[in-house]
């Protein structure tokens, strides 16, 4: 290992970003990030294994704080509520100083199809987590998977719309209101 | 254009199939394929573009009928009660002869990476025209897309124990119980 550089793993995704975002993905170099980063392409492969992972290098950290808090959820729960609470746990993590870098990275992916492919593998792993964290609970099938699956819709269009253009809403704010669309709509109405 | 080959569509699917089964997608050659069904590689690549498209032939007539049964259900209609009339159509098609075909098509696709990301593009595109289907009926944002993935949900969860080992239930009556299950998980129960 080389010597240590203060926030390497940080500089990197952020200079990813931006030469993504520049000069399209399939066009950027791992030597062209690394050096916008001002580190090297070894010290680029300490933190990931490729360029792709850049996009993706947060989704375990993701994945981990809404396992957690489906866990941790108080007894007694219903299973809704506890993905209810995951959703408000991991909404706080994108405040509204987020929204730019992630508007940023959803472009990226929109216009990759190699990406987009990497978006849902890393969702349906998601999925899979949350479901697996509600049968712990107790929570038998299909319940357990429908409640994770339906927690994952609310919060992939409750990110889509943190995201647009001019959204002024926090995404606790709008996947609050996405879930109570879902609960709307099941409903029949 | 060659001769015309009577069912050399299915033929191509069945045999690619078994092989699959037998051997493993990766060992299997289109070479091999063409051969177990009795026709040339060259009628295959006038059906099929690779040996990874034999296992999603079907996927556009599914989205077709998708979108088809919720365009034609009676006004007015609740977002979900069209869904809920889409997947009870496409149940239908999924009759008892086709379970032990399904069972196999899942086996294979779940022991290949490359062909579960294949699946979910499917499946993400299936969601994104169902949600087309239903914002032509006037259903607004975020409840057409809402609607949609609990209905994508609800398809999968359904699918998967219909082709589950030991089961007897028909995928309407699979299908409909996890619909029923997602409306109480939805309403906290």
């Given amino acids: 290992m080389g010597r240590w550089e203060p926030n390497a793993r940080e500089r990197l995704a952020e200079a990813a970003l931006e030469l993504y975002s520049e000069r399209g993905y399939e066009q950027t170099t791992v030597a062209e990030i690394a050096k916008r980063a001002g580190l090297t392409e070894r010290t680029f492969f300490r933190h990931y294994a490729d360029k792709r992972e850049v996009l993706f290098g947060g989704s375990s950290a993701l994945q981990e704080l809404f396992v957690n808090a489906v866990a941790e959820a108080p007894e007694p729960v219903a299973p809704m509520d506890a993905i209810a609470a995951a959703l408000e746990a991991v909404s706080k993590v994108f405040d509204d100083g987020r929204r730019e870098h992630s508007?940023?990275?959803?472009?990226?992916?929109?216009?990759?199809?190699?990406?987009?492919?990497?978006?849902?593998?890393?969702?349906?792993?998601?999925?899979?987590?949350?479901?697996?964290?509600?049968?712990?609970?107790?929570?038998?099938?299909?319940?357990?998977?429908?409640?994770?699956?339906?927690?994952?819709?609310v919060f992939k269009v409750g990110f889509e719309r943190w995201i647009a253009e001019a959204e002024q809403r926090t995404l606790s704010q709008v996947t609050r209101e996405a879930l109570a669309q879902l609960k709307a709509v099941t409903a029949g109405r």
Same sequence: chains 1, 2.
Avoid: C, F
Wanted: glycine share 2%; no cysteine; proline share 2%.
């Fill in 103 to 153: 508007r940023q990275r959803q472009a990226v992916i929109m216009a990759n199809a190699e990406l987009q492919e990497r978006e849902l593998i890393k969702l349906a792993s998601l999925s899979a987590a949350l479901a697996d964290a509600l049968r712990r609970r107790a929570v038998t099938e299909p319940a357990a998977s429908l409640t994770a699956e339906a927690g994952i819709a």
